[in-house]
């Protein structure tokens, strides 16, 4: 673990360089405003991950460009991620729903694209989560027609790498089966409390990367949108999390973010304090022991913090 530097990066499949460590911002933006995306990109960060659904990518695209006129950094330097919503599967709103991206972010291309969950939804004007009697208005379009639309944008120039987001082993041997254009990147909740080795073993095996979001277990996450439970624990005050830290004389925060680059995993924590955005930055200079990693795995409970219940009954269901 000889580099210690923030922008430490994983090759992808495409040739193309993703730094491992990111800032994620589902539910951070809209509250403080681009503050803390400049922040971020003054800490180091290079790697920021969003989505249309998140609806803050006005603010982020505000706070890159700022960052570009202050000299700080130029566009190649910056890694942006977004996502591709459930609505959006149709073949001909594939390109609507980046277009809006680009426009918001003022981008010309996209570092990476994904596809945001395997479930498709219907289309209702500019509705996230489209209910009818109290249920979620789902469309049977299948994933592997939306991913024949994601290698066209990539030939088109507007996204360097595409991948997926929530896609299970089957869904990605699927895939796999018949894309032109392999997935770059797998987004997916990763860490102590849900280790998914298969899955890690799968998309390693692969070469596919992976992206860990929820790091921390997503202790505070609301419980709207149709999401998993609340845990009874929370994974920063674990105590095997905790004595680890001690041990290293680190934050709990900075040995579960140690746990996945340590992998070769790229990981996007959620943060909006300027200590706790600088305090994620350095994780590179220090390893953890074979002995603390397999400890930290042992806490695996299989617990998702998200699941998207009310879309249990979707044949394309990942969970």
Known sequence: MEHHTVDRTIHLNDGT?????????????????????????AAGYRHIDTAH????????GRAVHAKIKQGIICRKDMFIVSKLWCTYHAASDVQLCLSQSLR????????LYLIHFPVALKRVEDELFPMKDGQLLTTDIDYVDVWKKMEALKASGQVKSIGVSNFNITQLERLLSVAKVP??????????????S??????Q???????????????????????????????LEDPVVQSIAKKYKRSPAQVLLRYHVQQGISVIPRSIKPNHI???????DFSLHEEDFRALQGLDRGWKSFTLDSLKSHPYYPF
């Open 205 to 235: 095996d692969r070469n596919i990367a992976l992206t860990a979001y929820s790091p921390f277990g997503s202790p505070r996450r609301p419980q709207e949108l149709h999401c998993g439970d609340t845990d009874p624990e929370n994974l």
């Open 104 to 111: 918001d972010l003022q981008l010309a291309y996209l570092d």
């Open 278 to 284: 600088l305090e994620n930055t350095k994780i590179f």
């Open 198 to 203: 298969d899955l890690i073993r799968f998309c």
């Open 53 to 60: 659904c998140y609806r803050n990518e006005v603010e982020l």
């Open 183 to 196: 997935p770059a990147v797998n987004q997916v909740e990763l860490h102590p409390y849900l280790v998914q």
């Open 17 to 41: 360089r993703m730094p491992l460590l990111g800032l994620g911002t589902w539910k951070a933006i809209a509250a403080v405003g681009q503050p803390t995306i400049e922040a971020a990109i």
